[in-house]
Each structure stands twice: as structure tokens, then as C-alpha cells.
DNA sequence: GTGAAAGCGCTAACAA
DNA sequence: TTGTTAGCGCTTTCAC
């Protein structure tokens, strides 16, 4: 047995002629503009149906002057925030309108450098990106080539939606503080520009309460450079009592080093991640953590998109939302 | 401040003119094909970038009679199996060559009917779908318009990688007799058609056992409807004493119900998920479940996917791979 | 309501 | 190694 292939896909001319009408007016019918008597319009559906027409993207997107697609860039389909701001994004884009065209940076190997240029090249009319890592003038640089939306992370000069990571990180450390412990650390990601926000108010918290400070950066946004970070970090010298960590991801990672050593979560370590993931809401995991509301932020930042195709010229957006501590059993007072 | 963009963007032609030679030189330097030098090719490649060109896939895809994009249908995001697919499908193309075109079927709200159909507009060559949730012979079907590569679910007269269900399912239940379990359940997902080899595979080997299946199906595949099934399951008389799920997330859906009733994992019930996620690895979860190799099940899938696009009229591909239990702390000898 | 005609930017013969 | 010439299937004025 062998596959089989049609011989030539139908066109819009062929539709045109087995109605008995012009292909402009196919076209019409299509894209559901006005101008074609209903019943013009049910026949061509039918015609259409009976010869397994299908559009073709490719030649529509090249013929029309204006650029209607969204492209939506994540980092890492293994953090579930961005699969969350897949989500709700495709919340914002109604049903049949704009296409969403996505590309994925981050394969197991490290960050696919050919995943925006794949955007630009099918033509998106503009983009949301989730997480760029390139510094912020690189960030703008693209922007002059096509629209950004920069989602969980701030540009200035470029459409951004992104939660109050101050607020959020600030809520983190307070409740830590709360608790009573002192010796706080923070494990930080990689120093990328727009992804250092959560450090900063971690430090400049510590230093207000008359604190030191005490930052492990782990080399990669995985768990398992987490971990790896966070062993070095627990086995030194006035080993923290706990740890508020960039992301969910983190925490995790930090979890596990934690139990590999024989320690207890919230015995001997209180923990605070960020993006309260549906992992930290498990049972047996019940990592306190940072809602930064990542379906909102997307839906949100489709809907900045859907503007900004509308209103080139218009003003930046930049959009705001405030995260809330979920606070659950990794975190206990200072024995 | 507003954003800014280019006029008009540069055009092969912009670039020949700029060069001073014929655009299909450009075109060629482009695909790199034989018959530009290299001095000429050199010189596109910096008047190009000089004038900001980049090529256009809609127009390039429209032109070449060849399809060569790989489209990838994922059902969903929130299971970690599809990002494994695509991950593994990634490693399976080469690195500049085939284009990747990805869909994703389930938002937050159900599924996207459209999502096939958008991967089919963008013309790509072949579809690879994880997960369909359509019948045998509407796989069947949509293979004669184009030519799927089914994965993670064998759809005969399709080409097909999949795991051996047989052989997962038969591990996970002669793990839970040989510890002495006989009111063994298993938490199916709706009987979909490619399914249900687990579920008959687990029925088959209770009845072999001189045991009474007890099957209780969750209404949709997400971790909320296993456990929404698991409650009544587990509150029924004669309560099993170990569950085998269908997959880690349904693992993970009846953890949850277990807990809220009071009952311990494994002492009360042991607990055996499929997949071998990263979540049933964590400490606190270690969950013992059937891998499946999602990664290189997409591996495999994107090698088969280029055969085919290579060799339209091959035999139909038919691979199957032997998951591995893994045994963790989640199950226990019965009391 | 409907149709004719002019491309969109590229690829792919073929010829030189 | 280079240039010429047709389209690919569609959108989109503009005229009827």
C-alpha cells in the first residue's frame, strides 16, 4: 500500500468556473467580504466542498497588501508559563480572524536562533515574544523591523505586558522576612536584560532590612541548572534557611538538592518560587508561590497585538498586572 | 514615541539591482545551490543585509512546486509528552533545511478544529500528528489529502511510530500482581479510537489473571477529569488497592483525589502512571510509570517524516519502540 | 453584484 | 556562470 496524493489541489479559479462565476468573486466569498448574494455564496461553499478546495496561505499572504498574522514567540514549552501564555493569547485572537503562527526557541540542545527570523520570514504582522533573552536595544532593533509585544518582560519604547515583578518580588521576600528568617537567599537565572528585576528588589529588600544579600545565579533557565546551582549554594558555609527563587522551574530545582541532602521543605528550608504552576499546586510539592497570572498576561498581550495592527502609530502600551503570593507548605517560621 | 517601519522591504530584485546582477542568482545564493561564485555570493549576502532583505516565505512557498515544510499537530501543551514530541521532531530536521510549522490543537477551552486545517493552508508537505483524536479512517482520509505521520498512536495504512502499548500496559499490571495487588483499576481517557491499547492491554491481562477489571473512565484527557473520576472510584465499595492510569497527568489526577480522601500513596494505594514525565520524577511525586521515550518517538517521526517527503510512494512506515517501567515509590506490596 | 486585469516576491525551467 | 521568461494562487483596485 502507498500514499496517496491528489493530483493538482483545486483553485480558487477552478471553484470559480464549476460555479459559473469569476474568481474575484470566490475570493470574496472566502474572506466573507461584502458583495456576494447569498446564494452566489452557498454555491461557491458547495463547489468548493465537492473539489476539496482549500485556501492556500501561502499565495493569500503574498497578494495582500496587508499583514494580518500573528506570530507568537515562546522561549521553552517546558516552563508552563508559556505554554499558559499560549493559551491565552489564542483567547484574544478570534476564532477565524488573524492567523497565529508559533515558533519555539528553546530545543533540548539550547535557544534555536533561527525561531524569530522564521516569524519574520512567514511575514507575521507583528509579534508577541515571551521571554526574549536579547538585551533591550536588540529587543528595539527588531521592533524597527516589525511590532513587538514583549510579554512577562518590559522594553521601554516597545508594546509590553508584564506582571509588577517589583510588587511580586517584593511580597516573596516579606513573607520570608515575616517568618522570621534572616539568612535568605536568592536563585537567580542568568543576568539577561529584562530578567533581573526579581533579583534587584530581592537585594535592595535584603540591604532595607539591614540584611546581606546573597544571590546564586544559575547558568541556564532549567531545573537542572537550578539544582546544580543550588547545591553549591546549600552546602556552603551559614547555609540560608530559605530561598526565593526566580521561577517555579527554580524551585524546583532547588528541591531537589535540598532532599539529595537531606533536608527537609519547610523543616530546614523555606522555599518561594514564581509562576505558581500547576506543579506547585500538587500535593507533596505545595510550593509557595508568586501567581504572576500568565493566561491574563497573554490574552492581554494578544489583545496590545490586535491593536497595534490596527493603529501602527499609536501610543506604547504598557501594561501592568499585579502577582499575588500563594502561600502553601514550603514555607514555615524560622525554627 | 511611536513605532517605526520600513517602507518597503527590499526584494531579491532590490538586492540584484544592488549587486548588479540577475535575481535569480540571488534566488539561488539564497537556497544555496550550485552556480553562484563565491565573490558574488558573498557580495549578495552583505547587500542584503545591507538593505535589510529577507526572504519570503509565503512568496518562496508559493513559487516551488515542492512542498518541503514539516507541519506538527500537537493535541495538547499541558501534557509534556507533546513538547517531547516536538522536541525530539526538532533534532530529526536539519538544522537550516525543512521548515517547521507547528499547531496546537488544545487551548484552554477544548479543541481547535482549526488547527489541522491551518497546517494544510500553510501547505506544508506532511503532517506529523501527535495525538489525533479523529477515527482510523478519518486519519485515513485526511492522509490522502496529504500525508500524516502519526505519532504515539499506530493508525494502520498511516505512517506510524508509537510506543508498544502492549508491552507498557502488560509492565505496569504485572508490576502491581506481582505485588500482590488483585482489585487493580485503571483510569482510562474517552475511548478514542488508537487509544485504547492500554486500557484493553490492562483488561485483557486481569481476565487472564482470573481477575475483575475494573475500569473507570475520565471524560476528557486533563488531570481535573481523572480526578473528578478518581473520587467516585475511589469512594465505591470494595475500593481497589492499586490504580494504573493512562497517562501521568490522569497519575496525577488521582493522586490528588486519593489525598483529599485521606488515603496514603502507596500505602493505601498504589499508583501507576505512563509516561515518565519530569513531574513523576520529583520527590514527593516519584511516580512509578511506564516511559515512553516521547522524545524520541519525535525523533524517529521527523526521520520518517523527510522519507516520505522524499519518497511519496514508499511503503507505509510502521515503528514501534518498547517503553521501560520505571519503578519508583508509588506502589508497594499489598498490606 | 459582478468581472477584468494587474501584480505580490519568488522559483524554475530554459537559453545563452 | 548568468540572464530570460513564465507562472505559483491569491487579493485588490477599478470599471461595468
Redesign the interface.
Known amino acids: ?6 493530483p493538482r489541489p483545486a483553485t480558487q479559479a477552478d471553484v470559480a468556473r464549476e460555479v459559473g462565476v469569476s474568481r474575484t468573486l470566490v475570493s470574496f466569498a472566502f474572506r466573507d467580504a461584502a458583495g456576494v448574494s447569498p446564494e452566489t455564496r452557498q454555491a461557491i461553499f458547495d463547489a468548493a466542498k465537492r473539489l ?1 478546495y ?6 493569500a ?2 497578494a495582500s497588501k496587508s499583514r494580518t498574522a500573528v506570530g507568537l514567540y515562546l522561549l521553552d ?2 516552563n ?1 508559563v508559556y ?1 499558559d501564555v ?2 491565552g493569547v ?2 484574544a485572537l478570534p ?2 480572524g488573524n ?1 497565529l ?4 526557541s528553546r ?2 540542545g539550547g535557544v ?1 536562533q ?1 525561531a524569530m ?2 516569524l ?4 507575521v504582522g507583528i509579534i508577541i515574544a515571551a521571554a526574549l533573552l536579547d538585551p533591550d536595544e536588540r529587543v528595539r532593533e527588531l ?5 513587538v509585544v514583549s510579554v512577562t518582560r518590559r522594553v521601554e ?1 516597545v508594546d509590553s505586558v508584564y506582571p509588577d515583578d517589583r510588587a511580586g518580588a517584593r511580597a516573596a521576600v516579606e513573607h520570608l522576612l515575616g517568618l522570621g528568617h534572616t539568612r535568605i537567599a536568592h536563585m537567580a537565572g542568568p543576568p539577561f536584560d529584562g530578567h533581573t528585576v526579581r533579583r534587584e528588589t530581592y537585594e535592595q529588600m535584603m540591604r532595607d532590612a539591614g540584611l546581606t544579600p546573597q544571590t546564586a545565579a544559575a547558568d541556564d533557565f532549567t ?1 537542572e541548572a537550578a539544582e546544580r546551582a543550588a547545591s553549591e549554594l546549600l552546602a556552603g558555609p551559614d547555609r540560608p534557611t530559605a530561598v526565593f527563587t526566580h521561577n517555579d522551574q527554580f524551585a ?1 530545582g532547588v ?2 538538592a535540598a ?1 539529595a541532602m537531606g533536608l527537609t521543605i519547610p523543616g530546614d528550608l523555606s522555599l518561594v518560587g514564581y509562576d505558581d504552576s ?2 506547585a499546586r ?4 505545595d510550593l509557595t508561590s508568586v501567581d504572576l497570572h500568565a ?1 491574563e498576561l497573554g490574552t492581554t498581550a494578544g489583545r496590545v497585538a490586535l491593536e ?1 495592527l490596527n493603529d ?5 502600551a504598557d501594561m501592568t498586572s499585579t502577582p499575588r503570593l500563594v502561600v502553601r507548605n514550603s514555607t514555615a517560621p524560622l525554627r
Open positions: 500500500m502507498s500514499i496517496q496524493r491528489q476539496g482549500r485556501h492556500n496561505a501561502a499565495a499572504a503574498l514549552l517546558r508552563e505554554s499560549l493559551n489564542r483567547l476564532q477565524a492567523r503562527i508559533l515558533s519555539v530545543s533540548i534555536d533561527g527570523d522564521s519574520i520570514e512567514a511575514r521592533a524597527q523591523i516589525i511590532p519604547g531545573q524546583l528541591r531537589e532532599y500547576r506543579t500538587l500535593r507533596g510539592i493566561v497595534r501602527p502609530g499609536g501610543p506604547i
